[in-house]
């Protein structure tokens, strides 16, 4: 029994995991756009080596933050898919078994 309690909370936790992730995401994305976006200052050149454009280091910096965003989601629903399926399972068979 206490098997089915601790898979139960480890999948709850796991769900309130994805979740928060899911909705830090979110807030990110919607509401605070400019919150993961770092200031990039050019460096001395090397010599040979030719300065990048303020234009090309956004563009960069814009796809750099895209990929970020979507390892976010990959994780959070990866925690989703996983954590609702151990809970729900866990805790019906507990509903169940006290019956």
Known sequence: MVYLYLFAAVGLITVIVGTVRM???GLKTFVF???DKYEIYPTKPIEGQMIESAEVIQLRQDRETTRNRQRQLVEALSM???GIPVYLYHWKTIQTSQK
């Open 23 to 25: 909705v830090d995401l």
């Open 33 to 35: 756009k400019n919150v």
């Open 80 to 82: 989703l898919i996983v």
